[in-house]
Structures are given as structure tokens and as C-alpha cells.
């Protein structure tokens, strides 16, 4: 292997490690063995050891197979971070079936779409949900077995019986018939089963979940991610983080178990590592506040809104962060201004850590790059971690360009995907064997490298929207919108957002006879909350004679843009 320019900023970081021949559960397990008094996750102020975490999955691995699910199946688990989300994924590795991971706020369309693109036999899912889930079973083309959950039964006694008479009460009611199950009643299943449970004969490189990203084509793909994708990456993160030892420390687990940074590095990387997950189902400021002074985290990873949102709330004024050990922002890129202030904010509050910057693509999991510890470039987004190697090229081609030329970012490591599901042309387009006869992950992205090996993130080569870490592609939205009777055609561009870091605007032209009103606006919003998901929801339409158009013809979105960035430096 050459020396590499980025290995001197490792310090005592290996510049490679030894990946186990190990399954994600096998991982677990052998956390297990090793740290059982340590407590894997806690939830609402309930905690669970590794002894009993090891258990809880043996049991929902033989519910599962009661249920009829086998080796090779897929399950949709559209779940919040939570007890049953976490047991269900690691009991699906363990008999060989495979979490098909998807956003609880889908639209309905959208979870029907996943299911049948998936061919899903079941879905793990929140009562919450449930009548929106039941009412799309018969839009998926294979039956579906609905396994139901409640918040509730995971919560202490005291919490229990509060939540009972309010939030709880407030809850659908859930008709379990034919295809419909509690998550109770499920597990008991499991609990009766008469079998014991098949030696696991799977491998590292086989499936253990499938994500969802719209790649460098924004089109919704499915990405398959194997055991070693994701056991590779928890040994990266944990080496990257600079401590030899995690064990029993604590990661407040905020991003969710849906999203490749929530799932990859908030619990799996904690967990294989004998670190405590403390789970969090939903994400707002003041719970955020509460949790960092009652918890006490060791560490935060999070995206660039969750940090703007810690230097926004009043409720941590004074209050002492020295126990935080790491600070790791990913899921979209960090302002110079943003680190520049949470730096601040840290050591204001008495800490010694600054916010480390990495990057990644769900199709290598989450991250593969990260500032150093105690060290960073002004822009960079870091080093490559440990085994991961970056190359930036001229946009289309293979071809490397010099240090410090913009270009596409590359990237090879044992955590790239296995490739898109049921998709072989796209997944040629993006796993592209180079002339030194590695196969490299092209990112779409474009940025740059120094001399030192550091990359520098500069924007997305394709037309993208990156709100609060989560993906949106314009030309979705603008098919939904289009699809209103009233609309003739529209565009959707990202604004910048103080909060999100940018927020969904739309531009739409009436159909002929058809004139722009308060109504208008409602009604088309009210149909796009029933096919777009609540994250990609446009705040506000505007609407126009016309779109400005690019010499061909096409929607000029940059125009727009522009004239929105113009308007918002003015006020």
C-alpha cells in the first residue's frame, strides 16, 4: 500500500484494521459476551443491559420466524429510535432476513412504494401510523403482515401511566385482524416458540439492510449495504474517534435508525463497541437541552441543524459540557460560520472538544471522512478514515485531476455498498473500476483535495436539496405538484434556512382559466401533504405568469435561486 499524504495526521490512529468475518448480530452477540453489565441502549429512562439486549433479540428472532419470516426475506421497519426498531433489526440479521429501513413520516404512497419495490412481507411500524399504513396494504402487490408498536410498552412505570392519559390518548385505535398484529402479542410468539433458533451460516458480505438514496440521479434507488459495510464502518468511526476504548461510554443517539448516520454510527458503531445508545424517538430543542444536562453524553453526532439548534436554546445557559468527548457533525455540510460558533459555544461551556466535520454517502453507510481530532483545515470535511481512500476526478470521466482542482470526489473502502437494489445500470453508473483496477464510489459530488490529503467538500454536481440531513430531489416534488389539476408546471428550489440549512420553496404556474389565490395555495398544499413526506413539505408556493427558461428550454431553477438569495440578503 502507498504511503498515503493524509496518514501522518492519524497520530496513533492504524492506518488499516482487520475486519471479522462476523454478521452485524455475531457482532452484537460478541459485544455481548464481553460488556454484559454495560447498558446498551436506554429509552425514556429505561435501560437494558447487553446480557438482556442479547435476549430481547433471541426472542424477537424466533417471533419473527413464528411469524412465518425466513432467511432472505425483507422487512420495512418504519419505525422512531426505539427498543422494538433496534431489537427487530438485529433479530432480522440473526435468522438471515434483512431490515428494509424507511422514514415513519413517509407519505402514504411513498411506504407503498418501498414495500413493493423492497417486496417487503412484513412492516414494523408505530400505532401512530397505523391507519395510514393499513390504508396503502392494498396498493402492495405481496401480502404484508403489519406488526404494530406503542411507545408505551417500552416506557417505565411512572412514564407509562402518564403517557396513558395523554399522548396515549390521542392515538388511533388499531383493528387486529387477518394481517394486522401488536408488537406484544408478536413477541409472545417468539416467547412460545417451541424451536431453536439455526445456526447462523450467513456472511460478512452478505445483505444486512437496504437504505434509500437518490443516488447521483435523484431518482429513489434502494442500497443494498452488507454486514461488513457496516461492521467496517463502526471499527473506522470508533478508530477515528480517537479513544482506544469506547466501552461504556454514551452516544446520545438523536439521528434516526432510518437515516445511515443514525443507524451506522449513532447505534451500531456504539453498540458493537459495548457503548451505551441513549435513544431518542423524537428530536426538539428543549428535549435536547434536558438530555445533554441529564445524561451527560460522552458523544453527539448530529447534523448541522441539531448543532444550530444548541446555540440556539436558553435552557444550557451556564451549564457545563466538559464531559462531552466528541462532537461529530455529518448529513449535510458545515458552514465555516456554524463550527466557527459551536467551537465557541463549547468552549464558552468549559469544553475541550471543537465540532469534527466528516462526510460520507448512505451508499458507503454514513461516513468515511473526518477532521482529526484537536486538528482541522478551515472547508475540509477531513481526512479519509482508516482503509478508505479518496480520489477526486474530472466530472464524467475516471480521470484523477491535481491536488487542489475541483472535480468529482471518489471513494473506495471496505464500507461501499454492494450496489443499488434490482438496479444494475444505475449501479454501474456509480461503482466505476478506475486504471489501477480499483473499483472507486462516485459520489456526484464535487470538491477537492490538498497536498495533505484533505478534502474539501464544494456542492452537489447533480441538483439537490439537503434539509436537515435528509435528501430531497426537486424533480420528485415538481412531479407531484405537476400532478395537481390545477397546476401547470412548477419548480422547487432549496432555500437557505437559518434551522434546516435549507427549506423546500415552490413555484407553480396555474393551469389555463385557473387564477392564483390564498385557496389555491391551501389546496395545493393539502394534496402535497398526502403524497410528499412531511420532511420534504414545501413551506411556501409562489405563484407565476411563467418560469425564466435556459436557452433550451428547460426550467432555469438557477434563476430562481438567484432571485431568492438576492431577496434574502436584502432583509
Same mark, same amino acid.
Given at each position: 500500500?502507498?504511503?498515503?499524504p493524509?496518514?501522518?495526521? #492519524?497520530?496513533?490512529?492504524?492506518?488499516?484494521?482487520?475486519? $471479522?468475518?462476523?454478521?452485524?448480530s455475531?457482532?452484537i452477540?460478541?459485544?455481548?459476551?464481553?460488556y *454484559?453489565e454495560?447498558i446498551?441502549?436506554?429509552?425514556?429512562?429505561k @435501560?437494558?443491559?447487553?446480557k438482556?439486549?442479547?435476549?430481547r433479540?433471541?426472542?424477537t428472532? @424466533? !417471533?419473527?420466524?413464528?411469524?412465518?419470516?425466513?432467511k432472505?426475506?425483507?422487512v420495512?421497519?418504519?419505525?422512531?429510535?426505539?427498543?422494538?426498531?433496534v431489537d427487530?433489526? #438485529?433479530?432480522?440479521n440473526?435468522i438471515?432476513a434483512?431490515?428494509?429501513?424507511?422514514?415513519p413520516?413517509?407519505?402514504a404512497?411513498?411506504?407503498?412504494?418501498?414495500?413493493? &419495490?423492497s417486496? *417487503? &412481507?412484513?412492516?414494523? %411500524?408505530?400505532?401512530?401510523f397505523?391507519?395510514?399504513?393499513?390504508?396503502?396494504?392494498?396498493?402492495?402487490?405481496?401480502?404484508?403482515k403489519?406488526?404494530?408498536?406503542?411507545?408505551k410498552?417500552?416506557?417505565?412505570?411512572?412514564?407509562?401511566?402518564?403517557?396513558s392519559?395523554?399522548?396515549?390518548?390521542?392515538?388511533p385505535?388499531? %383493528?387486529?385482524?387477518?394481517?394486522?398484529?401488536?408488537?406484544?402479542?408478536?413477541i409472545?410468539?417468539?416467547?412460545?416458540y417451541?424451536g431453536e433458533?439455526?445456526?447462523?451460516?450467513?456472511?460478512?458480505?452478505?445483505?444486512a439492510a437496504?437504505?434509500? *438514496?437518490?443516488?447521483?440521479t435523484g431518482t429513489?434507488?434502494?442500497?443494498?449495504?452488507?454486514?461488513?459495510?457496516f461492521n467496517a464502518?463502526?471499527?473506522?468511526?470508533a478508530?477515528a474517534?480517537?479513544?482506544?476504548?469506547?466501552?461504556?461510554?454514551?452516544?446520545?443517539?438523536?439521528m434516526?435508525?432510518f437515516?445511515?448516520?443514525?443507524?451506522?454510527?449513532?447505534?451500531?458503531?456504539?453498540?458493537?463497541?459495548g457503548a451505551?445508545? =441513549?435513544?431518542?424517538?423524537?428530536?426538539?430543542v428543549?428535549?435536547?437541552?434536558?438530555?445533554?444536562?441529564?445524561?451527560?453524553?460522552?458523544?453527539?453526532?448530529?447534523?448541522?441543524t441539531?448543532f444550530?439548534?444548541?446555540?440556539?436554546?436558553?435552557d444550557?445557559?451556564?451549564?457545563?459540557?466538559?464531559?462531552?468527548k466528541?462532537?461529530?457533525?455529518?448529513?449535510?455540510?458545515?458552514s465555516?460560520?456554524?463550527?466557527k460558533?459551536?467551537d465557541?459555544?463549547?468552549?464558552?461551556?468549559?469544553?475541550s472538544?471543537?465540532?469534527?466535520?466528516?462526510?460520507?454517502?448512505?451508499?458507503?453507510?454514513?461516513?468515511?471522512?473526518? %477532521?482529526?481530532k484537536?486538528?482541522?483545515?478551515e472547508? /475540509?470535511?477531513?481526512?479519509?478514515?482508516?482503509?478508505t481512500?479518496?480520489t477526486?476526478?474530472?466530472?464524467?470521466?475516471?480521470n484523477?485531476?491535481?491536488?487542489?482542482?475541483d472535480?468529482e470526489?471518489?471513494?473506495?473502502?471496505?464500507?461501499v455498498?454492494i450496489?443499488?437494489?434490482?438496479n444494475?445500470?444505475?449501479?454501474?453508473?456509480?461503482l466505476?473500476?478506475?486504471a489501477?483496477?480499483?473499483?472507486w464510489?462516485h459520489?456526484g459530488d464535487?470538491?477537492?483535495?490538498?497536498?495533505?490529503?484533505?478534502?474539501?467538500?464544494r456542492?452537489? =454536481?447533480?441538483?439537490?436539496?439537503?434539509?436537515s440531513? #435528509?435528501?430531497?430531489?426537486?424533480s420528485?416534488?415538481?412531479?407531484?405538484?405537476?400532478?395537481?389539476?390545477?397546476?401547470?408546471? /412548477?419548480?422547487?428550489?432549496?432555500?437557505?434556512?437559518?434551522?434546516?440549512?435549507?427549506?423546500?420553496?415552490?413555484? &407553480?404556474?396555474?393551469?389555463?382559466?385557473?387564477?392564483p389565490?390564498e385557496?389555491?395555495?391551501?389546496?395545493?398544499?393539502? #394534496?402535497?401533504?398526502?403524497?410528499i413526506? @412531511?420532511?420534504?413539505m $414545501?413551506?411556501?408556493?409562489?405563484f407565476? %405568469?411563467?418560469l425564466?427558461?435556459?436557452?433550451?428550454g428547460?426550467?432555469?431553477y438557477r434563476?430562481?435561486?438567484?432571485e431568492? !438569495?438576492?431577496r434574502? !440578503?436584502?432583509?
Open positions: 500500500m502507498n504511503e498515503q493524509w496518514f501522518k495526521y #492519524y497520530g496513533d490512529i492504524p492506518h488499516s484494521l482487520e475486519y $471479522p468475518e462476523k454478521t452485524i455475531q457482532m452477540y460478541a459485544a455481548a459476551e464481553k *454484559s454495560n446498551a441502549y436506554e429509552f425514556m429512562g @435501560k437494558t443491559k447487553f438482556d439486549f442479547a435476549k433479540i433471541d426472542v428472532a @424466533k !417471533a419473527l420466524i413464528a411469524a412465518g419470516i425466513k432472505g426475506d425483507r420495512t421497519i418504519a419505525m422512531p429510535n426505539s427498543p422494538q426498531a427487530t433489526f #438485529y433479530a432480522l440473526k438471515g434483512m431490515g428494509n429501513m424507511i422514514h413520516l413517509s407519505a404512497s411513498e411506504i407503498a412504494f418501498y414495500l413493493n &419495490v417486496k *417487503s &412481507v412484513a412492516i414494523l %411500524t408505530l400505532d401512530q397505523y391507519p395510514k399504513v393499513s390504508g396503502i396494504i392494498s396498493d402492495v402487490k405481496q401480502p404484508v403489519i406488526i404494530v408498536a406503542r411507545i410498552d417500552e416506557l417505565p412505570q411512572p412514564l407509562k401511566t402518564a403517557y392519559l395523554t399522548a396515549g390518548r390521542k392515538l385505535k388499531v %383493528t387486529t385482524e387477518g394481517n394486522t398484529v401488536m408488537w406484544n402479542d408478536f409472545k410468539g417468539g416467547k412460545t417451541q433458533l439455526s445456526e447462523d451460516d450467513s456472511k460478512a458480505g452478505d445483505v437496504i437504505l434509500y *438514496s437518490g443516488g447521483t429513489t434507488k434502494g442500497i443494498l449495504l452488507s454486514n461488513l459495510n464502518l463502526g471499527m473506522q468511526t478508530a474517534s480517537g479513544y482506544k476504548n469506547i466501552s461504556g461510554m454514551k452516544m446520545l443517539s438523536v434516526p435508525v437515516h445511515g448516520f443514525g443507524l451506522g454510527i449513532g447505534i451500531h458503531t456504539a453498540l458493537i463497541h451505551q445508545c =441513549i435513544l431518542v424517538p423524537q428530536f426538539n428543549k428535549t435536547y437541552a434536558k438530555l445533554l444536562k441529564k445524561k451527560k453524553p460522552d458523544f453527539i453526532p448530529g447534523v448541522p441539531l444550530e439548534a444548541l446555540l440556539r436554546t436558553e444550557l445557559e451556564g451549564v457545563d459540557l466538559s464531559f462531552l466528541g462532537v461529530f457533525s455529518g448529513g449535510d455540510s458545515l465555516i460560520e456554524l463550527k460558533s459551536v465557541k459555544f463549547l468552549k464558552e461551556h468549559n469544553s472538544e471543537q465540532i469534527r466535520e466528516g462526510y460520507g454517502t448512505t451508499e458507503c453507510v454514513t461516513a468515511s471522512c473526518l %477532521t482529526p484537536d486538528f482541522n483545515r472547508g /475540509s470535511i477531513g481526512i479519509p478514515f482508516p482503509d481512500f479518496y477526486i476526478v474530472e466530472p464524467g470521466t475516471v484523477p485531476v491535481p491536488y487542489g482542482t472535480g470526489i471518489c471513494l473506495r473502502g471496505p464500507s455498498m450496489g443499488y437494489m434490482d444494475p445500470e444505475e449501479t454501474a453508473q456509480t466505476r473500476m478506475h489501477d483496477g480499483q473499483i464510489l459520489t464535487l470538491g477537492f483535495m490538498d497536498e495533505d490529503g484533505f478534502v474539501y467538500f456542492q452537489r =454536481i447533480k441538483r439537490m436539496i439537503v434539509t440531513g #435528509y435528501n430531497v430531489y426537486p420528485q416534488l415538481e412531479n407531484i405538484i405537476d400532478g395537481h389539476e390545477k397546476v401547470l408546471i /412548477s419548480c422547487v428550489i432549496g432555500v437557505k434556512d437559518v434551522y434546516k440549512m435549507q427549506k423546500i420553496k415552490a413555484f &407553480v404556474v396555474p393551469a389555463p382559466g385557473i387564477d389565490s385557496e389555491l395555495k391551501h389546496e395545493i398544499l393539502e #394534496y402535497c401533504k398526502k403524497h413526506a @412531511k420532511y420534504a $414545501p413551506y411556501d408556493i409562489e407565476r %405568469t411563467e425564466p427558461k435556459t436557452l433550451v428547460k426550467v432555469a434563476i430562481l435561486e438567484e431568492e !438569495a438576492a434574502d !440578503a436584502q432583509t
